[in-house]
């Protein structure tokens, strides 16, 4: 016989339990350990790299200068038969991202994925909301089905380009650039992540170092996606057992 007290305990951590069911697990409560690199050099790990212009290599001299190929060549000392694939398309929005780059990269099983999204989301007038949707199937998709560990840069500053800086418009998206940055750090937290912080950074370097940035005023020279590529390779080493 149930008490009438205990019938309403009963009854109020049933719909508790029926009201957490209907939210996504918490992927922070998932990821009880951070995804690693192996020891083995012999390994043959697969790098996919995802993105927007930035992945794609706009503003450098050649392909071979982008951050990814970059990073690439660092990967490859350390594992001489790693593999990469370069997915990012310019203008790609993170829609464009899980509609045509996230299905191609899980196929490849990877070991390591690079991501790089968020500045045409900003400057096109995306929602944060939508844009958190996205990041969120993205890191989750990664998580659960595949072992890659997860390399993500914030978005830069980029009201220090010459682009936007001085300009009517640099108030607004400076804001937008910090409320899309909080929830790509959110998400990135939360599904096991490692966050490469390319929005401080920016701030503290482009200002003292303008030739980091390409003729066109936007996007990274050489010389930026080779200090964008040491910054992620930073972030990379802490996952690779030593």
Known sequence: MVSGGSRTLVVTLTLAHALLSSFPLAASAQVTHPRRLPKDPAKAVTYVALGDSTVYGVGANGPERNYVSRFYERLRALYPDALML?????????ADVVDGQLGRAVVLRPDIVTLSIGPNDVTGGRDVKAYDRDIQTIFRTFLQETDAVVVVSLIPDLTVTPRFRGREEAAKIGRRVVLFNQALRRQAWA??????DLYTQSRKEVPRRPELIAADGYHPSDQGYARWAELMWQRLETRIDR
């Open 86 to 94: 370069n997915l990012g398309v310019n203008g790609a929005t993170a």
């Open 191 to 196: 599904h096991g992540a490692e966050i490469v």
